[in-house]
């Protein structure tokens, strides 16, 4: 079956641009996160849904920045009037059940740069 | 807070040594801790998965151990390749405060020397 999906791949904005990034999870996933990676460093937690419920987004370094997944599927994670510290590979994850400790499985993230 | 840190930072070994990444964390209240690669420009490959009951997982010539107790894992590569090299990274997932997030650590850069 398909994995983790994320489109698009790379995405080149101009600061103050604002971009949207999708993600598709395993059909059926109920959890889904979104990380943010810098060059040379860990993943970093941004949000958390649950279904359709986004119940963690105390990661989103900004106002700027917006996540939904409004059927409880797909999600997309938006950034408004991108900077250039918004530079980094954005990664998305989805988990078969709610809490709990079912492995989580990536997609291949977005190379996100902004000039 | 839950916070997950990865020792060393960098590692060069020679080809075929054994080697052991190390990775701690400071609460034990996890569901799982999880080991995965990275090569450069690359998404995470899982690599092993080990459940808050469980002590060791085994795949190939990977062996994580986790000591839930002391708040530590290690990631054992055996006969190592150049092939291995990449980021390995650690993260945890845990329910501090009634939240379910994943936590990584900064990573370990490997490389093999052939």
């Known amino acids: 079956g398909a994995g983790v999906s994320q489109s698009p791949r790379y995405k080149v904005a101009k600061r103050g641009q604002d971009v949207a990034l999708r993600c598709d999870p395993i059909s059926g996933h109920v959890s889904l996160f979104w990380y943010q990676q810098a060059l040379g460093q860990g993943p970093e937690f941004l949000t958390y849904f649950q279904n359709e419920a986004q119940l963690d987004k105390s990661g989103l370094p900004s106002d700027r920045f917006f996540a939904e997944r409004p059927e409880g599927s797909v999600s997309t994670l938006k950034i408004q009037r991108t900077q250039q510290e918004d530079s980094a590979v954005y990664l998305c994850?989805?988990?078969?059940?709610?809490?709990?400790?079912?492995?989580?499985?990536f997609g291949p993230g977005t190379r996100l740069t902004v000039t | 807070k839950q916070e997950v840190t990865q020792i060393p930072a960098a590692l060069s070994v020679p080809e075929g040594e054994n080697l052991v990444l190390n990775c701690s964390f400071t609460?034990?209240?996890?569901?799982?801790l999880q080991w995965f690669r990275q090569d450069p420009g690359k998404g995470l490959t899982s690599l092993l998965l080990?459940?808050?009951?469980?002590r060791e997982q085994t795949s190939g010539r990977l062996n994580a151990s986790l000591d839930k107790s002391s708040g530590r894992s290690t990631l054992y590569i055996a006969a190592s390749q150049p092939g291995d090299s990449a980021t390995y990274l650690c993260?945890?997932?845990?329910?501090?405060?009634?939240?379910?997030?994943?936590?990584f650590g900064k990573g370990t850069r490997l490389h093999i020397l052939p």
């Open positions: 080990i459940q808050s009951s469980q």
């Open positions: 993260a945890v997932r845990s329910f501090m405060n009634r939240d379910d997030k994943i936590i």
């Open positions: 609460d034990s209240a996890i569901y799982n």
């Open positions: 994850a989805s988990s078969p059940q709610g809490t709990g400790g079912y492995e989580q499985y």
